[in-house]
């Protein structure tokens, strides 16, 4: 445990401070219990000016396809950087300064080394991949930049829908005490199963805030990443809530097919009887935020940190695990190139096909 959370022998630490500030860096010992035992020893120190960076970062577009590409960020040197990806027509007209205004505005994450990710785009559409070195809130170089435009997606053959029925949650309970505990904070259990001519599928059953305004592309780039994939799924929320309900199939050729889309009411007039219930045996159990998340998808990515219009996070419950929505955070490299770990869904369990 004390690994975890303190050092031994000799070591170095990076560490991005403000400019022109006083600090006091301090180091202590501890015993096996955590419990200090010995004299710290402090160091003061006040850090510089930020200055201009000779950072040269090269960016590499390849594999472009109607949804996605891969974007390769190479510096030249180990100064820090802030990088990603925004719709060319959002800074159309800006010059170089008013972009990199416009992206420090939104407190981009910095990164240092090389980079590379695969990432899920809208079709023929045009991407401005940017690059400048950032150092403290300040700009330290030029505006990299490589502009491409994705190309005209095939439409696929194959099918998705979902069929669902949603229930009174004590009345379940009554019936089947394993799931007495979730009647304490829900209301309503549905039961989700996916339809499809394909065994590649992706949905959810959301928050319609999150994808308000959002492409078809955009909405099954989300649901590539953080949909679910089960063949059916129980989800717990509410009464009198409104649910955007969601999935799309890939064919056999890897062509994605038309996003089904549906909006569900939860009203105790369209509950479903008693008598249809089948009490799911293998199942996944998705529990509804107790606030639903308020992002939605973003206009501007940085690469190097969790991205926007995914913040839900389910509480944890029993009988089955819940789905926290956040993409995984991406390690970065430090002296090799290397690729990314890409966004991805927590999904314990499992659910037959």
């Keep these: 445990m004390l690994q975890s959370v303190c050092s031994r022998g000799t070591g170095r630490f990076r560490l991005e401070l403000k400019p022109e500030t ?5 180091a202590y010992a501890v015993n096996d219990q955590a419990e200090v035992c010995s004299e710290p020893s402090t160091a003061e120190v006040t850090t510089g ?17 109607a949804t996605s590409a891969r974007i390769t960020v190479k510096p030249s040197n180990e100064d820090t950087y802030a990088a990603g990806v925004v719709k060319s027509s959002a800074i159309e007209g800006m010059t170089d300064e008013q972009i990199m ?5 939104a407190n981009p994450s910095t990164l240092t080394g090389p980079f590379w990710q695969e990432l899920q785009l809208e079709s023929q559409t045009e991407y401005t991949v940017y690059a400048f070195g950032y150092l403290a809130g300040t700009v330290t170089t030029e505006l990299f930049r490589n502009d491409f435009k994705t190309l005209v997606a095939e439409e696929g053959t194959a099918t998705f829908r979902l069929e669902y029925a949603y229930y009174d949650v004590a009345e379940v309970a009554a019936l089947y005490p ?24 992706y949905y959810t059953i959301n928050d319609p805030s999150i994808f308000e305004g959002a492409s078809d592309d955009n909405v099954r780039n989300w649901l590539m990443d953080f949909g679910l994939s089960f063949k059916s799924s129980v989800f717990f929320t509410w009464y009198d ?18 996003l089904w889309k549906e909006e569900i009411i939860l009203s105790k007039e369209g509950v479903s009887d008693m008598g249809s219930f089948v009490n ?29 219009g995914a913040g839900q996070k389910a509480p944890a419950c029993t009988g089955g695990a819940p789905v926290d929505h956040r993409p995984v955070p991406v390690k970065l490299p430090e002296k090799r190139e290397t690729r990314a770990k890409s966004p991805g869904i927590l999904q314990r369990g499992c659910v037959g096909r």
């Design 49 to 65: 000016t930020v200055v201009a960076s000779d950072n040269e970062i090269a960016i590499v577009v390849s594999n472009i396809t």
């Design 280 to 308: 799911p045996q293998s199942r996944s159990v998705r529990c509804a935020a107790v606030t639903d998340a308020a992002e939605t998808v973003p206009e501007i990515l940085f690469f190097g940190q969790p991205a926007a």
């Design 22 to 26: 006083d600090y006091i860096a301090c």
């Design 101 to 105: 205004e416009y992206l420090t505005a």
């Design 178 to 201: 394993e799931w007495e505990s979730y009647q304490e904070k829900y209301e309503v259990m549905l039961i989700a199963t996916a339809i499809s001519d394909s065994p590649e599928y």
């Design 241 to 258: 809530v409104t649910k955007f309900a969601g999935g799309f199939a890939v064919d056999d050729n890897g062509n994605r097919g038309p």
